[in-house]
């Protein structure tokens, strides 16, 4: 079983009033990641939950929330780290990092620790290429990495 | 040098309304609102001000292109900030969240709009908290909302956060993600000023086209052509990534040459020499470190064989390999790909793969040929530019850089007979 907590009630409300009430499909891409927030993670039934708060099929809200690389059907760390790996971030090192980082965590690219604190995700260019290399941990981003950087960033995370 | 943009952008807490205010802010848009909304959008017409967000379209003469008399009508501000290199947008909208409101407000006066969102990519999540302060402020006093400074005029702005597709910055795809949709592209025409959002005439700019619409109103139109070329009126702000000593955000007059672009960067790294340059973001050709002179300019640049595009500025000294960085590239559009038509769903999986063999001493000498031919097989049969932008750093490398090809391609055969 899948409900919304208060809080997410109330964002949902916010998000509701941007948008024509013929047209209350566009907040589709908030309450998906209104649940994310909630959960960790969009579950089949908070998908279902979406769908009838929009009066959208289950399919259709799985087709959506599929097309977006945010969203996480699964159980994710308390910490997502994205490491950029585009060319700006490539053209200064960005492989080694990721592989200390990766080295430094105990995991392989694309996984999360046992202790469920990081996952560990290559990401495409993040926007910040002037002050590359550049991660994003949950919602902040890190910039001008170096592997001491790295250190200092994720031991500080608990 | 010539500061629009970014004249007050190192102020100390400018993201304020006061810090704001206290430096001219919406001063323009007050006097704005005793012009007509005509007068506004000739204004920016004939300032020559271009769209900023990659495909260099006159601004004025787009929102002239709005259907006329149908309402209601939206604006939409492109904040999906995603090709590799580019990162201005994201300074402005950090430390400048009310020069893109003013500048949406004189758009949405401009073109007798009453509601404008924001599209800003789900990863800048932390923007999208800046701005809607930002909005906050902006709404208190006044600047938004219902009769705006008493003017009779009415603008709601809302925001809408992405979730992570290239493919969004693509102002259809952007749309369609914006009415709650997967970001694939919509058949054009009809282009969005007659058919946007919700099926009404819709204005779609970027972050800094936006941004420059106020010092375009503020100077007049005069002042702001003036600056820059015959085609390529005003400033630009270019990201400025890769191999350089500061790489930055910088704002410079369109028609600096390129090599002045790299100097305020600090130059070269000590004992390098520059290869190669990508000077609008990974969708343009390369160019190889002969054109970087080439003035930075839509046209100038077009002349040498690739685009402004959206003012990435990509440098690779000569530690760099060619084939590599289009590999990443080549993996990058393999990745945003959103599969709705055939050439660019296959042939950028295609073109990563063997350009994966070549890097990895797997290829074979007539992979050269074969990605020239994928190539020639998307060119111009994608249904969205995105299948032209996937080719073109592969197609450009080949031709400017062959040498990194062949190198690989020699170690390749070296290993094979070894075996
Ligand atoms: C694949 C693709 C990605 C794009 N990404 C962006 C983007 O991130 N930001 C942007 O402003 N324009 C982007 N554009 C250009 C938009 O389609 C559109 O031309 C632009 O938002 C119009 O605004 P302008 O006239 O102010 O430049 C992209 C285009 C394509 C084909
Ligand atoms: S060219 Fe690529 S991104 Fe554009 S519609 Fe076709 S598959 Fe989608």
Partial sequence: MFAFSETSEKEIEKQLVKYPPERKKSAILALLRIAQQQNGYVSAEAMEEIGRRLDLSPAYVESVCSFYTMYYTRPVGKYVIMFCINVSCHLLDCDNLLEHTAKKLNIQVGETTADKMFTLLREECLAECSRAPVMRINNDYHVNLTPQKIDQILDSLK | ?419
Wanted: charged share 25%; net charge negative.
């Fill in chain 2, 1 to 419: 040098m010539t500061q629009l943009l970014f004249k007050h952008i190192n102020v100390e807490g400018l993201a304020n309304i006061d810090v704001y205010e206290k430096h001219g802010g919406y001063e323009t848009l007050k006097k704005a609102l005793e012009q007509k909304p005509e007068e506004i959008l000739e204004t920016v017409k004939a300032s020559g001000l271009r769209g900023r967000g990659g495909a260099g379209f006159p601004t004025g003469l787009k929102w002239s292109f709005l259907a006329k008399d149908v309402f209601p009508r939206y604006l939409v501000c492109n904040a999906d900030e995603s090709e590799p290199g580019t990162c201005k947008d994201r300074e402005l909208l950090l430390k400048n969240p009310h020069l893109l409101i003013e500048g949406m407000i004189l758009c949405a006066y401009a073109c007798r709009v009453e509601i404008g969102y924001n599209y800003i990519r789900g990863e800048f999540y932390d923007l999208c908290e800046i701005f809607e302060k930002a909005l906050e402020e902006a709404y208190e006093r006044g600047y938004l909302g219902k009769n705006i400074l008493r003017s009779e005029f009415n603008l709601d702005i809302h925001t809408h956060l992405g979730a992570g597709a290239y493919i969004c910055g693509e102002e259809s795809a952007l749309l369609n993600s914006l009415e709650g949709m997967r970001g694939e592209p919509r058949l054009k025409p009809p282009f969005p000023a007659v058919e946007g959002l919700y099926g009404k005439p819709t204005v779609v700019n970027n972050v800094e086209t936006l941004c420059a619409v106020v010092p375009v109103v503020e100077g007049g139109a005069e002042a702001y052509a003036a600056l820059g070329t015959e085609k390529s009126k005003g400033t630009k702000l270019v990201s400025v990534s890769g191999h350089v000593r500061n790489p930055g955000n910088f704002e410079v007059v369109l028609g600096t040459p390129t090599s002045e672009i790299i100097e305020m960067a600090g130059g070269m790294r000590e004992g390098r020499k520059l290869k190669a340059f990508i000077p609008g973001g990974s969708s343009v050709p390369m160019l190889p470190a002969g054109k970087v002179d080439t003035p930075y300019d839509y046209e100038s640049l077009q002349a040498a064989g690739s685009m402004l595009g959206s003012g990435a500025l990509i440098v690779m000294d000569d530690s760099a390999n060619v084939v590599k960085e289009t590999l990443r590239i080549a993996s990058f559009y393999m990745h945003e790909s959103c599969g709705k038509c055939t050439p660019c769903r296959e042939g950028t999986r295609w073109l990563h793969q063997i350009l994966g063999e070549i890097e990895s001493g797997r290829g074979k000498d007539e992979n050269i040929e074969l990605l020239q031919d994928i190539s020639d097989n998307m060119s111009f049969k994608c249904f969205c530019p995105l299948g032209d932008a996937a080719i073109a750093p592969v197609l450009s490398g080949i031709a400017n850089f062959r040498e990194d090809y062949e190198e690989l391609l020699s170690q390749a055969k070296a290993g094979a007979a070894a075996e």
